[in-house]
T-cell receptor, first 110, second 114 residues
Framework: KNEVEQSPQNLTAQEGEFITINCSYSVGISALHWLQQHPGGGIVSLFMLSSGKKKHGRLIATINIQEKHSSLHITASHPRDSAVYICAAGSGGSNYKLTFGKGTLLTVNP | SAVISQKPSRDICQRGTSLTIQCQVDSQVTMMFWYRQQPGQSLTLIATANQGSEATYESGFVIDKFPISRPNLTFSTLTVSNMSPEDSSIYLC???????????FGQGTRLTVV
């Protein structure tokens, strides 16, 4: 069983819809990362959070430390949001290490 | 923040050959990380590359198969040696901020071994 579980694995939405991707983790963490991977393979860091909520444009990330759960929300989704979204749990202090989920493939249709 | 330039972005290689992937960072970093992402799987850490010392390999990865160089604080290479089709994956380099653990990734190298 992976220590970081994401759901759903695949998500198809119509442009404009509100999207939620969920992440549950079983390890103790220092921070939770949300990443975006484009078809070429490159990865962009969207958020890193250890508590509460962060917002950047149409993207919102929340985390509940007690429940070991995080969500990534996309408001007013757009076809350019189509990508794989990856949750990663960071832990270890001076030997910081990331444990990755398998990712959620999001397709937003016009 | 850190900007990482990784190349090549993709390659198709014959089995039995080797490919060297390069990562250049726009700032000095102590540690660089090399990951593999097999099709449909999550990223797996191959090794941590420290400047001036041997790389530290994760369980299941060995230096003979994945030799790493780290000649200075801004550059590293990963070689995939004696390739087989099972090595077909995306390979990524990464650095992390020591101050706040923010992670930065290269553009990835999509390797296909035929």
């Amino acid at each position: 069983k992976n220590e970081v579980e994401q759901s759903p694995q695949n998500l198809t939405a119509q442009e404009g819809e509100f999207i939620t991707i969920n992440c549950s983790y079983s390890v103790g963490i220092s921070a939770l990362h949300w990443l975006q991977q484009h078809p070429g393979g490159g990865i962009v860091s969207l958020f890193m959070l250890s508590s509460g909520k962060k917002k950047h444009g149409r993207l919102i990330a929340t985390i509940n430390i007690q429940e070991k759960h995080s969500s990534l929300h996309i408001t007013a989704s757009h076809p350019r949001d189509s990508a794989v979204y990856i949750c990663a749990a960071g832990s270890g202090g001076s030997n910081y290490k990331l444990t990755f989920g398998k990712g959620t493939l999001l397709t937003v249709n016009p | 923040s850190a900007v990482i330039s990784q190349k090549p972005s993709r390659d198709i290689c014959q089995r039995g050959t080797s490919l060297t992937i390069q990562c250049q960072v726009d700032s000095q970093v102590t540690m660089m990380f090399w990951y593999r992402q097999q099709p449909g799987q999550s990223l797996t850490l191959i090794a941590t590359a420290n400047q001036g010392s041997e790389a530290t390999y994760e369980s299941g990865f060995v230096i003979d198969k994945f030799p790493i160089s780290r000649p200075n604080l801004t550059f590293s290479t990963l070689t995939v040696s004696n390739m087989s089709p099972e090595d077909s994956s995306i390979y990524l380099c990464s650095v992390e901020s020591r101050s706040n653990f923010e992670a930065f990734f290269g553009q990835g190298t999509r390797l296909t071994v035929v």
